[in-house]
């Protein structure tokens, strides 16, 4: 007899642990789903803004004019899947910009969100995979984002889709909530662990040298580089959060939502300091996901005692009414929290078997584990969702570059075939002007190590000058420009390099 109470107490001591871990676990990975309207109205905001600064060099990295032509996408890169290399002319291609656009805009609405989420991450796809020379970090993080969306519910709350739901829920828990808020973590780790293999990160002497390399700082870099023991500071600052970055997913209230804005205070200061596209704002929307209700609560709160809430609400009636309403009227059947058949599939075996072999890759990619099995690894490859988060590590950059395209016109004159004007050979005031954008400089990092491109590139510089101009360049000569800084002052020799001198004239590709 006694013997079974104590297995009786057992099972029911089982069983209430089961309950606990449950709880626990849910807690941890559901997201409030106010949380995912707002991070849907950053995401297509987002998709807006990268579009409108890529269309600032529309012409030379997205057409068959600019430095990446069909002819040397495919012949560099042997598994192109671009919809914008497909069609080729420049109008189809800039038309699909129009079209990517208007998706970006219909996911901030939340109109068919699950759709134009869906062919947002195919656009997206397509774009990136049609230059892959001017990808950075950011790049990826968005396209992994907006790809972890599909299987979640981001037209539920605050959306011209939240009326056909009828849900008595105000939160998710889901292998994709799960999935989106492990992808951020394991950004960090493995940033984290790629960091500690360098000195520089180490010794707190990273961000000092970060913010002397003249070709990445903007608005407050250059004044901040006049104080490195502060910078120094914000190394070892930023080496201890990264290591926090776990608690993101095991704590909860408001533990978890200090350690989330410790880290969106981290990026805006990126997004101060430095030139390195839409990474810093793509990162912090993603962020708004793991603050727990509370928060949410205390927004609607203040925007209802300001206005805001009403204005939004007259807002959505003026939107409502001007739907049009369906050609075959019927009974408006709500939607069930789950539905037979498919959907179970997309939504929980699906990311759970895409996180298994992002969680593999990254531990393979740190030297941790082996690669995933061939078929997970295709996967990946195939969905562009193999990731490896080397941002500044392990060793940062240390050297301010530009670079120096020295054209010869037929009649022996020399000219800046980039910039036009005469060549000018010594460093510039702002090397960050010479580049351009931060879509330019991190092509410019690109060619630096590439032979082919190179010759690309001076192939563009010729074609692009010999068509808007009537003194024709028969030669163009690419030259690089290192030199290195200390934030401690002091400065090395400036080290020229020449690139490629090409032959207007000849092959595309040359040595």
Known sequence: MASSISTDDMKRGLVRGVDWFGAAFQERVQIDLRALAVFRIALGSIIVLDLILRAR?????????????????????TDVHSLHAWVGEAWLVALLFVVAGLLGVSMLLGYRTRTVTFLSWIMLFSLHNRNPMVLNGGDGMLRLLVFWSIFLPLGE???????????????????????????????????????????????????????TLDQFTVLLGPYLVEFPDLLVAFSYGWMVLMALAPFLLLLTGWPRAAVATGFVGMHLGMLLTLQIGVFPLVVISALLLFYPPFVWDRAVQVAAQRGIVDRLRALRARIDAARPSPTIPGPVVPLPATLPGARPVLSTIVPALFLVFIIMANAHVLGYASAPPEPGQTLLDKTDNEQNWRLFAPHPLKDTRWFVAEGTLANGDTVDARHGGPVRWDRPPNPADRVGTARWRKYLSNVYGADDQQSYYANYLCDRWNRTHDSQLETVEVHVFNQQGTPWGGESEVQRTRLVAYDCSGPLIQP
């Open 57 to 77: 060099n529309f012409t030379a990295f997205y057409t068959n004019d600019g430095v990446l032509p069909n002819e040397a996408l495919y012949d560099s890169y």
């Open 157 to 211: 709350r605050w959306s011209i889709d939240a009326s056909r739901f009828d849900r008595d829920r105000t939160s998710v828990a889901t292998m994709a909530s799960l999935a989106i808020l492990a992808q951020i973590v394991i950004m960090y780790v493995s940033n984290f662990v790629h960091k500690t293999r360098g000195e520089a990160w180490i010794d707190g002497e990273a961000v000092p040298y970060i913010l």
